[in-house]
């Protein structure tokens, strides 16, 4: 029986949270990163200008028409779905680091810190109502299509049709950015088979992991961010722009929250 592929990932519904206490803060960590972890991959760093939270992913096309049709949605949603739009202003900050599966810190790929602050609770709601819109129109994926298969990191976080949660997060650690690929590795290396050959040898992209249980536990407690008003819902393009501040992803449309 062949195997049924997931759709590509193209976009993602996106709540940016880049700020300039954030900037500060994930300047520390990152020193810290590089001293308390020698060895520690830099590419796996995430700029500031990609902090974010993600609400939902979409498999779209890079300049057609769903890509249009999704960025209508959103910029239609205060009109065609009102009571999705938070009434009053929405704040949350940064606290703390985090995985997904703590039981995983010695051989970690992502951390992510986590939302706090009074509005975490609406916040959380908006984050579902937003990503099942989405999933309803047909643009965001559904977890029981995409099956959450990156639960280590990557953003893949959408709610099923279930009423599951969005995983509220902002990953700071992802070494999936600075993945390589080796020739003659073994399948205890970690990394998926790649059809890719130079010469005659096969080569096997490897993801790289690192031992978090002291960084998390160091910055168990630590404010990244103070609570900040969330002023904005976009979607994003994935892939980061390379420019000379750090990148970010391309906002294709955004709307502004109360």
Do not use: W
Not at 131 to 152: C, M, P, W
Not at 203 to 209: D, E, F
Request: aromatic share 6%; proline share 6%.
């Amino acid at each position: 029986m062949s195997r049924i592929r997931s759709p590509q990932l193209t976009h993602f519904l996106s709540i940016p949270l880049a700020s300039p206490s954030l900037t500060a803060s994930l300047s520390a960590l990152r020193r810290d990163v590089l001293t308390t972890l020698p060895g520690f991959p830099i590419k796996a760093i995430r700029p500031v200008a990609t902090i974010h939270l993600t609400l939902g992913v979409m498999a779209l096309d890079t300049a057609g028409p769903r890509l249009k049709a999704a960025t209508d949605a959103l910029l239609r949603l205060a009109d065609s779905a009102p009571d999705i739009i938070p009434d009053t202003p929405l704040q949350v900050g940064l606290r703390g680091l985090s995985m997904f599966d703590e039981s995983t810190t010695s051989n970690a790929n992502v951390v992510f810190a986590n939302v706090y602050g009074d509005d975490v609770t609406r916040l959380q709601e908006f984050a579902n109502r937003v990503s099942r819109h989405f999933i309803e129109l047909g643009f965001v994926v559904d977890a029981s299509v995409k099956n959450n298969e990156n639960k280590n990191g990557d953003d893949i976080t959408t709610p099923g049709a279930e009423n599951e949660g969005v995983a509220l997060h902002a990953t700071v650690l992802n070494t999936r950015y600075a993945s390589y690929f080796a020739s003659g590795a073994s399948s205890n290396e970690g990394g998926e088979p790649v059809d890719r050959k130079k010469g005659k040898k096969k080569y096997r992209k490897i993801r790289p992991s690192f031992d978090a249980t002291e960084l998390l536990a160091k910055f168990q407690n630590t404010v990244f961010m103070e609570p900040m008003h969330i002023d904005k819902l976009a979607i994003c393009k994935m892939g980061e722009r390379k420019v000379e501040d750090g990148g970010g992803y391309e906002i294709m449309a955004y709307i502004p929250l109360p």
